[in-house]
């Protein structure tokens, strides 16, 4: 057994403890770990994949959400556009017809008011008329003696006769 | 022989010899210039010490306790307290003659240090090498379980336990990030995966490699980490004993051979780009080639063993230091001490960057290898 001779026994049992080492730690350690160092990396990388997959999927989702969100927004203003219109429309409508109504009533107004008018004046006159006969009566029956006094009674006539 | 022993205390025995020197100084001055080796263990007293120096009148040599620990040895020597010395024997299975013999290395602990006829030397260039009493040059075939052979199986079952456990997590909860030793572990096998296997072999054919270089990095990588540890189940020299060293450059080499594809070949026998005349009429460049073929699990072989030896042997070198100079004198030791304790630590930490370093380097190579033996050639 020198420091740089190989030794027979030594040898022998290094050869078998070292394959058997190979072989046992080859069997039942290297192959479950690097098995399962593969598939953790594996699994690793397609959780990765799968995330930057859903990364994009988000994207495309909160762009097509937007769009349908715009596409509301926009449908949205529309429907008020015309809703404005239709009101503005009725509005206008109304007020034509309130105006209309407005001066057919005024109208109708004026021409009652002309037919009271012409009543009142047409009675006014018979009456007046009647006022005058009856002061002529009156000045008739005092015969014409006295064309002082009959002044004077003229004048008092005259007083008594009250347009009313 | 008996200095052996001291060696995986290295760290710890320094630093006790200067603190019971520093607390009871007359003993310990006294322990000191009283004999010139060591004798120390964690839990001795100084009493202790001082009955065990007188004992051993043995020089200190340090070349002979560094080459001693370096190497393999028939039993264990964890610690001397007091009188006893704690010895783990190991199993001595020899093959003499057609027979079979086994019986425990404490057998060889007498006088002639022999049994049933055989005998185990203790010193000279051959220690440790068991032989036939009646004929030393007869052929004894060992293959006993050294102090090497029972670190390579004790690390061999804690990796097997800790890979297994580690499975066991990841078939459990599948596919959730790692907890505890397995996310200890993790970067490790993903590093040789990616790095190593993946960039040296290519994305293709670097799956079937997987197990064989994952299986090298972590074997040197422990045995690299438990030789630094100076206690009982650590501190052999697994990954700095050529043998070791030797089976598993033979591996890559076995392993790059067989995997080797035509192109591989062809580029070994007929390199392109070469002037013919270096290929005839004298095979010049395949001579050249194929010495490289072996040159190449020969330098993985070199490579490991010479960086672990050498860090062992740095380490234990600065232990002696202090028993060197304490021989001198007991305050030069004392100085040294400080010194070489500061310099022991540097080396241990340094040395756990080189166990993963050559761990590294000696997968990275292999995988290197069988890159260049299986890769498709390029079609512009």
């Known amino acids: 057994m020198g420091l740089i001779t190989p030794g027979l026994g030594l040898l022998f049992w290094m050869t078998l403890a070292f394959l058997l080492l190979v ?106 008329a009647e006022s005058s006969l009856t002061l002529a009566k009156f000045v008739l029956q005092r015969e014409l003696s006295d064309p002082a006094k009959q002044e004077e009674y003229v004048h008092e006539l005259l007083k008594e006769v009250k347009f009313n | 022989m008996n200095i052996k022993r001291y060696f995986s205390f290295s760290l710890p025995v320094a630093l006790l010899f200067s603190l019971f020197t520093f607390f009871n100084p007359s003993d310990g001055f006294a322990a000191m210039q009283d004999n010139t080796s060591l004798v120390a263990a964690p839990d001795t007293t100084v009493e202790q010490l001082v009955t065990e120096l007188k004992k051993e009148d043995k020089k200190f040599n340090a070349g002979e306790m560094i080459i001693e620990h370096v190497m393999d040895n028939h039993e264990w020597h964890i610690a001397v307290i007091g009188d006893v010395q704690l010895i783990v024997p190991l199993p001595v299975i020899l093959w003499y003659e057609g027979k079979l013999y086994t019986f425990l290395s404490s057998k060889f602990h007498n006088e002639n240090h022999s049994y049933q006829g055989f005998k185990i030397e203790l010193e000279g260039p051959h220690a440790q090498k068991i032989v036939r009493e009646d004929n030393e040059k007869a052929k004894v075939y060992d293959f006993s379980i050294t102090k090497v052979v029972l670190a390579i199986l004790m690390s061999s079952a804690l990796i097997l336990f800790i890979f297994i456990t580690i499975a066991n997590r990841y078939k459990s909860n599948p596919n959730q990030a790692p907890k505890g030793i397995q996310a200890l572990l993790e970067p490790l096998i993903i590093f040789i995966r990616d790095d190593v296997a993946k960039s040296s072999i290519g994305e293709k054919r670097y ?149 993963f370093i050559q761990a590294y380097v000696f997968t990275l190579l292999s995988a290197l290898y069988f890159g260049l033996a299986v890769i498709e050639p390029e079609h512009h």
């Open chain 2, 207 to 355: 799956e079937k490699f997987m197990p064989y270089l994952l299986t090298v990095f972590f074997f040197i990588f422990f045995n690299n980490l438990f030789g630094l540890i100076p206690f009982f189940p650590g501190g052999a020299n697994v990954t700095g004993n050529i043998t070791v060293t030797l089976v598993m450059a033979a591996f890559t080499f076995v392993l790059t051979t067989i995997n080797g594809n035509k192109h591989y070949w062809v580029d070994i026998i007929n390199t392109p780009g070469v002037p013919w005349w270096l290929k005839l009429p004298i095979p010049l460049m395949p001579i050249v080639e194929i010495i490289g073929i072996i040159t190449k699990p020969f330098v993985l072989m070199v490579r490991l063993f010479a960086n672990i030896t050498a860090g062992h042997i740095i380490v234990l070198g600065f232990v002696s230091l202090i028993f060197i100079f304490g021989a001198i004198s007991t305050s030069l030791g004392l100085g040294v001490s400080v010194v070489s304790v500061a310099f022991m630590l540097f080396m241990n930490l340094l040395e756990l960057l080189v166990a």
């Open chain 1, 23 to 128: 072989f046992l730690l080859g069997k039942f350690a290297w192959k479950p770990i690097l098995s399962m160092l593969k598939e953790r990396e594996t699994s690793i990388f397609e959780a990765l994949n799968a995330a930057n997959k859903a990364k994009e999927e988000m994207k495309q989702l909160k762009f097509s959400n937007e769009q349908l969100l715009q596409e509301a927004k926009n449908e949205r203003d529309a429907i008020m556009n015309e809703a404005r219109k239709i009101r503005d429309k009725l509005l206008d409508e109304a007020r034509t017809k309130a105006n209309e109504e407005a001066s057919r009533i005024i109208e109708s107004a004026k021409e009652s008011i002309q037919n009271e008018k012409m009543a009142a004046m047409t009675e006014l006159k018979n009456q007046i």
